[in-house]
């Protein structure tokens, strides 16, 4: 059928839908799964695959040069995020595995284990019932290229990888403090990371191969290995200096691993921006629409067209306009809803600004079918507003904007002439954010996952934060 004699229209709620669901991420995956394990029978599988739920379950790889921290970190992790940690240790000492007592038999003797060997293990080890229903996270694992080959070849793909980057002189330096409590496994350090209690200080010992030169030779042969592992990762590769506080590259690790990826699936962004006035809305709904296409919807621009163009609503709204009271909301619902149902709307997508003003506002929005899937809100100082508006002016001879700090008078003849907007004196902004303020508790509740953006700063760098909060998306939120 030719797309420009009879074109589809596909009802609002259906995009709507597949995004609220993630359906194509949802099949995308089930896909991946039925390439990788390639059953006799896919309905079984498929049904399997729909019960087990686990698509946003912790997959993740941390890789890093001895004394990096890449143990503490990946411990950490796996307590906040309630996964598994697997690492060579851990998986050589599976009491239940005959591979695992050939791995222990040869890591004694040798101090390594034979990659073939290790992947055979962690295939065994991901297998298990708890590493499917609550992921994993591999501690230092893969090693070597022909490690991340093997990994890949069979299927198994992290979400995230995370690669721990210092100077070798102060890795060195880290690693002669280290101590290890053989009790639990947790890693000390004399220097930055000293227990308080005198039990675990007397049960500390050194590990072994912490020496510079052991040191040096071991950093020697990561540095060898890595190059060669990154290309294996080219998408889900974050790098994080671990040459900071623990608690810092901890945060930065777990807000990672907490972001999704982009996808290919189709988004059509419904985008509202809340704010006080004065917090540059309107010019951040102009940039998304010049850049990305988005209908820029404003509200009170509306309400002027309609009773401009003398429509129906339009004769309704003048009315409300002469005596200088508000739209009621019915009404005014009524005019957003004729411009968001149109074709390039629907098409497109949208940016709104200047509705909602209060919680039954949103909730009438939302009752309607117009629910946003970006929400930002701007703050910015109430001295920044201030100081934005009321030294707004206006030259009534020429009709040119002037702001008295940023943008000033050439000549004191038009300095002298220009006039100050009624709704622009200290008392109208005072009153419109007190309104604001009032109402936006109840609103960050209402919409959770909304994004709050510093406002007070240079506009092309608010941007560029709303920018990203569109095209990547929302962030999951542990607890």
Known sequence: ???????????????????ANHIFELMQNMLEQLLIHQPEDPIPFMIQHLHRDNDNVPRIVILGPPASGKTTIAMWLCKHLNSNLLSL??????????TATEARRLYLQRKVVPSALLIQLVQERLAKEDCVKWGW??????ETREQALRIQTLGIAPRHVIMLSAPDIVLIERNLGKRIDPQTGEI????FDWP????????????EGISELETARKLLEYHRNIVRIIPSYPKILKVISADQPCVDVFYQALTYVQSNHRTNAPFTPRVLLLGPVGSGKSLQAALLAQKYGLVNVCCGQLLKEAVADKTTFGEHIRPCF???MAVPDGLLMKVLSQRLDQQDCLQRGWVLHGFPRDLDQAHLLNSLGYNPNRVF????PFDSIMERLTLRRIDPVTGERYHLMYKPPPTMEIQARLLQNPKDSEEQVQLKMDLFYRNSADLEQLYESAITLNGDQDPYTVFEYIESGIINPLPKKIP
């Not at 240790?89 to 595995?97: I, K, M, P, W």
């Not at 809100?377 to 910015?380: A, E, H, I, P, T």
Request: charged share 20%; proline share 12%; hydrophobic share 35%.
């Open 1 to 19: 059928m030719d797309a420009t004699t009879a074109p589809h229209r596909i009802p609002p709620e259906m995009p709507q839908y597949g995004e």
């Open 89 to 98: 240790e851990s998986l050589v000492l599976n009491e239940f595995s005959c």
């Open 137 to 142: 996270i591999l501690d230092g694992i893969p």
């Open 188 to 191: 000390y350090h004399t220097t």
């Open 196 to 207: 308080p209690e005198s039990e675990i200080q007397n049960r500390l010992m050194v590990p």
């Open 322 to 324: 002469e005596k200088g």
């Open 377 to 380: 809100f701007l703050n910015v």
